[in-house]
């Protein structure tokens, strides 16, 4: 029988690998799993919402399992809409400082990596002019000497990571890095869901603007008919002070409406990174704008690998559980390794030449033996630390699931309580109608027009509103499912990457 028995080239190599690799202690890193949930909601949802006869009415069909398109906002057909986000995604102040963090994030860890996987070698040449004493040498007899020394030399270091320290730490900061990637997924979807929701609201807006106006003219036209009436004593005077009651009451609604108008359009300018003043937005309405005939619902258990704000919360629990690798390492032995070759001289000339090299090699170890419990305690800290990303971890994702149960059922009750608001201001515009033609002719009193007014008044407002909340939830929606991030193309990173 013959044994293999390993040269001691073999077995010098393999402890230098063992050496230099070590092992890391503390904890590995385990991405938590997907919580076992079916549903988002209690209740299962219906295959679609309800539909009304009016604009963004139509109905909407739940897709199990579609993915989303990186460029979810196009689903809403606006042009004008598109032309917007892809300014802001190039001027936008908030997504360039997202990115810069990013790249900052990613340097330092290309940094730190450079010194754990490789020795520091650095080279340094020097001059010096002394003069001294033979007393210095123990020969006080001896003169004084000046003399010129250069020297040049390469210096070599390198601490053997054998418990994994330093592949911990530089763990962490790749951890944070991921942790910047995912920041800046986050400042991306929320830029662009704000922008999308902005430009429902300016729509809803100049919508309830527009019904506005026209509701006080149609009022002025009823004071100038109940002022001729009470001319030909049709009607009182105090008909038509309530009348005109009626209408400073309408236009006293129009000044906030204008207001509120105003600051989402300068918003809308931050967003894209322009001065208010500057002008140039583009102006939105209801009718531009298409209503997603389908939405998303994601598999639950796939949520948390889409929202940002999950990724971005499981880095910070990675880099914790990694600096809990780094303070266990710091309670071991650190080896460090040095050495230099050199030259020195009195003469420059003479620098390099025999018998002036110098050269030198060490090896320290470091044990910590006494450091009033500091690094226990520290270890104990970063034990607590990743306790608390752990909860917070979960907390996050409760949220994520909670934010998207509630866009769902926000759609579904949005979609009936349009049909009735479409219902209510159908009615209160027909009876309106019949009350001025009964009022005209004397068949009712002035009392009854006035309510009627008010109905419609009310009704074509809230129409308005529930047209704006069917779009504004469902950019909701998408937002809450993550927005599409791992969809985006190289052609849309372009478009932030060729601003910055």
Not at 74 to 80: A, G, H, V
Not at 104 to 130: I, K
Not at 413 to 430: F, G, I, N, P, V
Not at 470 to 484: H, K
Request: glycine share 8%.
């Amino acid at each position: 029988m013959r044994v293999f028995i390993p040269c001691r080239k073999t077995l010098a190599a393999g402890a230098l690998v063992v050496a230099v690799a070590g092992c890391a202690v503390g904890p590995d890193f385990r991405v938590p799993d997907a919580p076992v949930v079916r549903e988002y909601t209690p209740e299962p949802l219906p295959a679609e919402t309800v539909s009304a006869p009016v604009p963004t009415g139509a109905a909407q069909r739940y897709v199990n399992g579609m993915d989303i398109p990186g460029q979810w906002w196009s689903l809403f057909r606006s042009e004008t809409l598109d032309r917007l986000i892809r300014k802001a995604l190039q001027d936008s102040p908030t997504l360039a400082a997202a990115r810069a963090r990013l790249r900052e994030a990613e340097e330092n860890w290309r940094a730190r990596g450079g010194t754990v996987y490789f020795p520091t070698l650095d080279g340094n040449v020097g001059v010096s002019r002394s003069r001294s004493t033979g007393a210095s040498f123990g020969q006080p007899e001896s003169g004084a000497s000046t003399f010129t020394l250069y020297n040049a030399t390469v210096t070599v270091s390198y601490t053997l990571d054998l418990f994994g320290g330093n592949r911990r730490e530089l763990e962490a900061l790749r951890a944070q890095a991921d942790y910047q990637r995912f920041q800046y997924e986050a400042a991306y979807l929320t830029l662009t869901s704000n922008i999308v929701t902005s430009a429902v609201a300016e729509a809803s807006l100049r919508a309830r603007i527009e019904a506005t106006r026209e509701i006080i003219e149609m009022q002025r036209k009823q004071l100038e008919l109940v002022s001729g009436k009470f001319e030909l004593g049709g009607a009182s005077q105090p008909d038509v002070l309530e009348q005109r009651t009626m209408l400073a009451q309408t236009l006293v609604t129009l000044p906030p409406l204008e207001k509120e108008l105003a600051g989402v359009r300068h918003q809308l300018a931050v967003y894209v990174g322009s001065f208010p003043g500057e002008g140039g937005i583009p102006e939105f309405r209801l009718e531009d704008m298409e209503l997603p005939p389908d939405v998303p619902v994601s598999v639950p258990s796939s949520l948390v690998r889409q929202r940002p704000d999950i990724r971005a919360s499981e880095k910070l629990l990675h880099a914790a559980c990694a600096q809990v690798g780094v303070a266990t390492a710091n309670l071991y032995p650190r080896i460090t390794l040095t050495g230099s070759l050199g030259s020195n001289a009195v003469k420059i000339e003479d620098l390099f030449s025999n018998g002036s090299a110098v050269w030198s090699l060490g090896a320290g170890l470091l044990q910590p033996l006494f450091h009033g419990g500091e690094l226990t305690a520290k270890r104990r800290a970063a034990i607590a630390a990743h306790d608390q990303a752990m909860a917070q971890y979960r907390e996050v994702v409760l949220a994520s699931f909670g934010e998207v149960a509630d866009t769902l059922r926000a759609l579904e009750t949005d979609a009936r309580t349009l049909r009735a608001q479409a219902e209510a201001e159908s009615s209160a515009r027909e009876t309106l109608s019949l009350v001025e033609r009964q009022f005209q002719i004397g068949a009712v009193d002035y009392l009854s027009l006035l309510v009627a007014q008010r109905m419609y008044h009310l009704a074509r407002i809230n129409l308005v509103q529930a047209q704006a909340a069917r779009l504004a939830d469902t950019a909701a929606l998408f937002q809450a499912l993550g927005g599409g991030w791992w969809n985006r193309d190289a052609a849309d990173e372009d478009i932030v990457t060729n601003s910055q």
